[in-house]
């Protein structure tokens, strides 16, 4: 977090930060809430770095397109708010155990089952989902094996997410059945996920803009919480419909409540409960 400084000298015009917040809005489809004091602070800090004494030559400096692009994503990381935790939206998680659970015992899991964490921030998330996956297909005596794959548009997120390793006081929000199971302690205030949960799981740069370009094959579980919030309703109903073409048939997408936007399709049946939106996808059993 940055600090108030000398820097905050740099002040941004109505204009100019309109301009900004809307080319932010267009690259990420987030509408920033940061507060404009502290813009003009890391504005005036990246500038004083890069050796910029105005604020618009910063600014026309983001135009350039080839050069620009490592300081958008600069931008992109510090603006994006990434606060998350393990089973932070208990009721999700209970969802997809019982669902593979269901699925295991009916017999409809193929030989492979795949979650989707998209905005999966700095990993607890989708490790998450990796543990009740794990847990429930053994459980089930199931031999299926899974994988999962977190996306965002953080590279400094995705980069700690692929470490695996977590604090003390993070590891504390994970139910203890799971915790004894899949969390290692492997020095003071340093906790591992355990390979059985690591070695399944992969995190990549992806930016939901563009989420239809996105080179993934579709999944039996996408996970979407707590990122469609920052979006407009318009870009939001883009997203969903995507992610549901990316969902395989009798699959879940699993939406947080803040993405209940009322979204509706005549391809998923709606099965809401406990304040998680969920859609199955119709058209019978996909098996990977
Ligand atoms: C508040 S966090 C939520 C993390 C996690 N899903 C959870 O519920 O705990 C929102 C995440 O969405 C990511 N995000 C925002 N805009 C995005 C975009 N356009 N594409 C991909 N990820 C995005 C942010 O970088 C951030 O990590």
Not at 106 to 135: K, N, Q
Not at 185 to 197: A, H, L, P
């Amino acid at each position: 977090m940055i600090q108030r400084s000398a820097q905050a000298m740099f002040k941004l015009s109505d204009e100019q930060l309109q301009q900004l917040l809307h080319e932010l809005q267009q690259r990420t489809g987030i509408t920033v809430e940061t507060p404009r004091w502290l813009l003009e602070e890391y504005l005036g800090e990246r500038s004083a770095e890069l050796g910029m004494s105005s604020v618009q030559g910063y600014l026309d400096s983001l135009k350039d397109d080839l050069g620009s692009r490592a300081e958008w994503l600069a931008l992109v990381d510090l603006l994006t708010v990434k606060e998350t935790r393990f089973f932070r939206q208990p009721a999700a998680f209970q969802q997809v155990r019982q669902e593979v659970c269901t699925r295991a015992q009916a017999d409809t899991i193929g030989p492979e089952f795949s979650v989707w964490s998209v905005g999966c921030s700095t990993g607890e998330e989708l490790y998450s989902l990796g543990m009740v996956v794990e847990h429930a297909l053994r459980d089930s005596g199931c031999a299926t094996n899974w994988h999962g794959i977190g996306t965002d548009v953080s590279f400094g997120a995705v980069a700690r997410a692929k470490i695996g390793r977590y604090p003390e006081r993070s590891i504390n929000d994970i139910p203890l059945a799971y915790r004894s199971r899949y969390i290692r302690c492997e020095d003071k205030d340093q906790y591992w996920v355990c390979d059985r949960i690591f070695n399944r799981i992969s995190f990549f740069h992806s930016n939901l803009m563009h989420v239809e370009n996105a080179p993934f094959a579709k999944f039996d579980i996408v996970f979407c919480q707590n990122v469609l919030i920052y979006f407009d309703r318009i870009t939001r109903l883009h997203v969903i419909d995507q992610l549901l073409t990316r969902t395989r048939a009798g699959g879940l997408l699993v939406l947080g409540a803040g993405e209940d936007i009322g979204w509706h399709t005549d391809q998923a049946e709606r099965i809401s409960q406990d304040g998680v939106t969920t859609y199955r996808k119709l058209g019978g059993f996909e098996n990977g």
